[in-house]
Every structure is written in C-alpha cells, then in structure tokens.
C-alpha cells in the first residue's frame, strides 16, 4: 500500500520558521515530482512548490524565498523548510507524488499567529 505521511507542522508566530517531512512508503518515486500543496479554509487547494525527478524546483511566487523543497529521490522523504512565516501561509499541507499515477498525504496542519 502506498503511503505518503506529513509531519512537522504546528503553530507558530509570524515570522518563525517550520521544516515539513513527507515519508513515503510502499514504492519508489523514482520517476515521479514531489511537491507539496495546502489548503486554507474555504480556499481551494493550491500549489506551493515542488521538485522534479530531475532535482528542478519550482515555487508559488508567494513563497519564493521563503519555503525550500529538498529530498525525493533516491530515499523518497520529501522536506519543506518554512521560514519567514506569514498569517496567510496558514493551511493544512499536502505531500503530493505525481507522475504514471497521483497520491497525496493526509496533511499536516500549520497555524501562523499574529
């Protein structure tokens, strides 16, 4: 069974800093992109960054130089480093694996106060 499972979220003020992991289980992601999506009340899911199978990155305008992606491939534990924490980057976050087939993680809940 393929499992995509976040953790490190939590609350935090403005301007702190949180590391979200994304472990994978089940099969490799060789092949696939890795990236991480959130989703904040009554606003659709959107993207927030993501790293090819090539180790290309790419972000949401609103978190370039803010939020980091690393790992994936070859051990498949994906990472978003959060720095500079803002009120509207409050959402529940989403590991997504995307390539021949699409899974998501549960989501991992980040709060940022004021």
């Known amino acids: 069974q393929v499992q995509l499972v976040e953790s490190g979220g939590g609350m935090v003020q403005a301007g702190g800093s949180l590391r979200l992991s994304c472990t994978t289980s089940?099969?490799?992601?060789?092949?696939?992109?890795l990236g991480w999506w959130r989703q904040a009340p009554g606003k659709v899911r959107e993207f927030v960054a993501v790293?090819?199978?090539?180790?290309?990155?790419y972000y949401e305008d609103s978190v370039e130089g803010r939020f980091t992606i690393s790992g994936g491939s070859p051990g498949n534990t994906l990472y978003l480093q959060m720095n500079s924490l803002k009120p509207e980057d409050t959402a529940v976050y989403y590991c997504?694996?995307?390539?021949?087939?699409?899974?998501w993680g549960q989501g991992t809940q980040v709060t940022v106060s004021t």
């Open positions: 790293i090819t199978n090539m180790y290309n990155t």
């Open positions: 089940g099969r490799t992601f060789d092949n696939y992109a």
């Open positions: 997504q694996a995307s390539g021949g087939f699409e899974y």
